[in-house]
């Protein structure tokens, strides 16, 4: 399959051996799938990795898994929804990057009356383990970027949610809306990408003018995910696409992989240079 061929959105990149794994949801159902490469431009046909039990407790959405190798063990982060439960993020794992993968954490480790998505693991310095994830606008308006400490088998959350900041607090979003009701700003995609001197640097997702998919980046100067984020770094891309994550290739080069366009059945990934050029990050033209 060419990377053209493959419609995806929130695509996740992992790299082991030389082989690229590109995780996507299953259409259909609800499992996750992956598609295997070593160019990033042809991929084999996509392995199901994970298809949830008769008894899962979610029913829909599945969105945007991703997978991070912690401690010799492969976990995927996923959000799931039911009619009788709020969406939230499934933690999933397995032995090997193309699964089998099973369920890991007792439901949602986000909280269970917020409706969450897109949990992304960050483990800092010390080595602890935290899941960064949305707190859907659809609830709060104000969409929030939030954090929680998970246990050390990342099973479950160990502390209160701890809010990092709001959509609003970057000039570019603009609100969008469904309903009198449903209104407000994105925020989605989170990935964290930590600076050769501690700098981390958040890659988050919202809508901006004329409901343009923008891909956003938050500042944290002392290397603290509870520490004070700020929005003053341009957006890293503005032609309709976001949801993104960095990534090294094969040559040690960093990599930005994200959908575009933000259009039903149109999504293919999308791969670009990126650099950290001592005040943000940007692509390499």
């Known amino acids: 399959m060419k990377r053209l061929d493959i419609r995806i959105r929130d695509p996740f990149i992992y790299l082991e051996d030389g082989t690229y794994y590109m995780y996507a949801r299953c259409d259909n159902d609800m499992g996750v799938k992956v598609y295997k490469s070593r160019d990033l431009e042809n991929f084999d046909e996509p392995i199901v990795c994970f298809n949830a ?3 899962f407790w979610a029913t829909r959405d599945n969105w945007a898994p991703e997978m991070h190798k912690y401690n010799g063990k492969y976990y995927i982060f996923i959000s ?3 009619e009788t439960a709020c969406r939230g993020t499934q933690i999933l794992m397995a032995d090997s990057p193309e699964g089998p993968f099973r369920i890991h954490s007792d439901g949602p480790v986000t909280p269970r009356d917020w409706e ?3 949990g992304t693991l960050y483990v800092d310095k010390n080595g602890t383990p935290y899941m960064i994830f949305c707190h859907e606008w659809l609830q709060v308006n104000n969409g929030e970027m939030c954090c929680v400490e998970l246990s050390k088998d990342l099973s479950k959350a ?3 949610p701890h809010i990092m900041f709001r959509a609003g607090d970057n000039p570019l979003p603009r609100e969008i809306r469904f309903s009198d009701k449903h209104h407000g700003m994105v925020t989605d995609g989170c990935f964290i990408y930590r600076t050769d001197s501690d700098r981390l640097i958040m890659i988050w997702a919202s809508v901006g003018e004329n409901d343009n998919y923008l891909e956003l980046q938050a500042i944290c100067d002392d290397g603290n995910i509870l520490g004070n984020w700020r929005h003053d770094a341009p957006a ?4 309709d696409g976001g949801h993104g994550m960095i990534f090294k290739d094969v040559d040690g080069k960093e990599k930005l992989v994200l959908h575009s366009p933000n259009h039903d059945k149109l999504e293919r990934a999308h791969f670009f240079d990126i ?3 001592g005040e943000y990050l940007e692509i390499v033209k």
């Open 80 to 82: 799931y929804k039911s």
């Open 158 to 160: 160990v502390s209160e």
């Open 53 to 55: 039990p008769a008894d």
């Open 275 to 277: 650099r950290y050029n």
């Open 116 to 118: 969450c998505l897109d």
């Open 236 to 239: 890293i891309f503005q032609k």
